[in-house]
């Protein structure tokens, strides 16, 4: 997916950066979600001391089930909760889009689930 040319993004203060949690997370739990438009799952991930929260992510292209319980994550964490549907989605699962589908952010090497992106 060839991105046209983009205008450089607006500057954000440093303190903008903090707001966001960005924390790593491992996947628990993976449902199908057949009401969903476009294919997709349900997915719960452990977030350390942030708990188990759960969302509906647009990756069912590139990824099945199987591959996906036991993955560490990148995940924003204080979003507000967004309703899908029929399920509510508690963070936001970052990932990068491409033709073929949106391929999750990889961690290097495992942390601590609740690590925050730094």
Same mark, same amino acid.
């Given at each position: 997916? /060839?991105? @046209?040319?983009?205008?450089? $993004? *607006?500057?954000?203060? %440093?303190? !903008? +950066? ?13 449902? /199908?979600? @057949?009401?969903?438009?476009? $294919? *997709?799952?349900?997915? %719960?991930? !452990? +977030? ?71």
């Amino acid at each position: 997916m /060839a991105e @046209p040319h983009l205008p450089p $993004p *607006a500057d954000l203060a %440093w303190e !903008d +950066f903090l707001r966001m949690h960005m924390v790593a997370g491992t996947i628990t739990r993976v449902e /199908a979600f @057949p009401e969903a438009r476009k $294919p *997709a799952w349900k997915v %719960w991930a !452990d +977030f350390g001391p942030y708990g188990e929260k759960k969302t509906s992510a647009q990756i069912a292209a590139l990824y099945s089930a199987a591959d996906l319980v036991g993955r560490q994550i990148v995940g924003v964490i204080n979003f507000p909760p967004k309703q899908i549907g029929p399920f509510r989605s508690e963070f936001l699962l970052t990932g990068f889009p491409t033709d073929e589908g949106v391929v999750l952010t990889a961690l290097e090497r495992p942390v601590p689930n609740g690590t925050r992106l730094a």
